[in-house]
């Protein structure tokens, strides 16, 4: 029965967000809908509020008006329902933030245990599994600190993974990488895409954005200009705006 | 040896080129001269008045007097380690009201903050061994001199705990909420060690602090190495060569704190080193 509401409505939906910073509008009027095992990549320049669109959608930043509906359910405000929302929606940082204090293992194994109250030796074995489908196994057993930042966010997408979510955020996932490293966490992002993951990727990554998603959007100024398919948009951009952003990329690479 | 005080040096100072050296040789062996003149007048003086005469220091070739100071020490660790132990649960509790969601628990918490912090150790000492008996509340000695430690020391700690999770990136709360995780989750098992691993260096110097805030337990006659110390001088009218000798103590003990918190650092930096 929830297959089928899910099915028809929207995994994740945004109706009419506005939100400011004082007197500076961040996001304006933004309407934008994600099915079940779509994958929608946002791009655009600098300052745009993409990022800032993305962390709206598990409450990370709040919204001044509109609505966010997850699943059919309204994005709560606070407490224990928005905590059972958040555990259902995954999120992949720009600067993984795994925590330092803990193994890669119990990184893995923390949000099962806490969240879903998985028994340790369930979780294990699926940390175990999940940390091998993005091929850092070997690392279990050491701290953060001491992994690579590709093997890093290959574990962060792992831990995101444990829960078991109906959708993943990515919040710019390869920006901070060094350029050698960009393409293993990519590969992990596209696998995901396969799969059949619903998710909404932040990205800079022109190529990986055309290859892996179904849709993408183009934000300036805080607001959508184009929604298209991606190879609609990387050939024939409906907007000048778009145009310019996909030009001073191509003299950018020359 | 990389440590903690190479660091600084290196991020105040660019290293000394070859004039510069020459300047802190000179420097170096003058002052050092400086110091031997100052020690050998000091000497002098003491053996002008007659404090360097056997009678002053022949009482530290019996092994009583030495069991008698060793019971003091025993006393002042003892005191010491309840205190600190104390202060750190009372700074716990202190920092926990400070970062309460509830603005009422947070005015409390930062007041008894405060007050912990502005209020002299004595005062407290003053007020378990005059004031609170009068309204019934009799404390053993030992918790006399103790408690008011602690208490005068938990403002400190609870600044200092909370210096540390105001140090944890945001992030790390970030993709705790992500998780679904609640806030007293977040808080105890992310949060709260990170920032406890940040400032335990600091943590363990402030036991320096209640260590040498022990020495008010003369107030109460507590027995602790200062008020033993006290016994000594009268008995044998040797102030200066007991004082010395205690001061002695005290600065090892102190000193080794210090190593520990030294090392406390070095072992958080290692850990860190391979964020690079």
């Known amino acids: 029965m929830s297959e089928n509401r899910s099915a028809l409505a929207p995994l994740i939906e945004l109706r009419h967000v506005d939100k400011h910073y004082g007197s500076l509008r961040v996001l304006k009027d933004i309407t934008l809908s994600v099915h079940k095992g779509e994958v929608v990549a946002i791009i655009g320049p600098s300052g745009s509020g993409k990022s800032t669109l993305c962390r709206t959608i598990n409450r990370l930043e709040t919204i001044d008006s509109g609505e966010i509906v997850i699943d059919g359910e309204v994005l709560p405000q606070e407490g224990k329902k928005l905590a059972e929302l958040r555990a259902q929606v995954g999120m992949v940082f720009q600067s993984f933030n795994l925590f330092a204090h803990k193994t890669i293992l119990d990184n893995v194994i923390v949000g099962p245990r806490e969240v879903l109250h998985t028994p340790k030796k369930a979780a294990e074995e699926e940390a175990m599994r999940l940390l091998k489908r993005v091929g850092v196994e070997e690392q279990a057993r050491k701290v953060p600190a001491q992994l690579s930042g590709g093997q890093q966010q290959r574990v962060a997408i792992a831990r995101s993974l444990a829960m078991h979510p109906k959708a993943i955020l990515f919040d710019e996932p390869t920006s901070a990488l060094d350029p050698e490293m960009i393409g293993e966490v990519l590969d992990v992002i596209t696998e995901l895409a396969k799969d059949g993951m619903t998710m909404v990727i932040v990205t800079h990554e022109m190529n990986f954005a055309r290859r892996v998603a179904d849709r993408i959007i183009f934000m300036e100024d805080g607001a959508i200009l184009e929604e298209n398919t991606p190879e609609a948009f990387f050939t024939e951009p409906k907007t000048q705006r778009a145009r310019d952003f996909l030009n001073t990329l191509k003299d950018r690479d020359k | ?276």
């Open chain 2, 1 to 276: 040896m990389k440590n903690a005080n190479s660091d600084i040096r290196r991020a105040l100072y660019e290293a000394p080129g070859p004039r510069a050296r020459r300047r802190i040789v000179i420097a170096t062996v003058l002052s050092l001269a400086a110091i031997a003149v100052l020690a050998a007048l000091i000497l002098r003086r003491f053996y002008v008045t007659g404090q360097l005469d056997r009678r002053y220091w022949s009482l530290f070739t019996s092994a009583s007097t030495w069991r008698f100071l060793g019971e003091g020490l025993w006393g002042t660790l003892k005191a010491a380690a309840a205190a600190g132990a104390v202060a750190y649960l009372f700074g716990l509790a202190l920092m926990l009201l400070r970062l309460s969601g509830t603005r009422a628990l947070r005015w409390i918490g930062a007041a008894l903050t405060e007050l912990s912090r502005g209020i002299p150790t004595l005062l407290f000492i003053y007020f378990f061994f005059l004031v609170a008996p009068k309204f019934g509340l009799k404390l053993p000695t030992f918790w006399k001199i103790a408690l008011p430690v602690a208490i005068s020391a938990s403002g400190t700690v609870a600044e200092v705990l909370r210096s540390g999770v105001n140090a944890v990136p945001k992030g790390q709360t970030e993709a705790a909420v992500s998780l679904g995780m609640r806030h007293s989750a977040v808080f105890f098992k992310i949060v709260f060690p990170q920032g406890f691993r940040f400032v335990l260096p600091a943590l363990i110097s402030e036991l320096v602090i209640v260590l040498k805030d022990t020495t008010f337990a003369y107030v109460v006659s507590y027995a602790d190495l200062m008020q033993n110390a006290r016994v000594l001088i009268s008995n044998y009218d040797a102030l200066l060569s007991v004082y010395l000798v205690v001061a002695l103590i005290y600065i090892l003990i102190n000193y080794l704190l210090n190593r520990l918190s030294v090392f406390a650092a070095n072992r958080r930096k290692r850990g860190e080193a391979f964020n690079e």
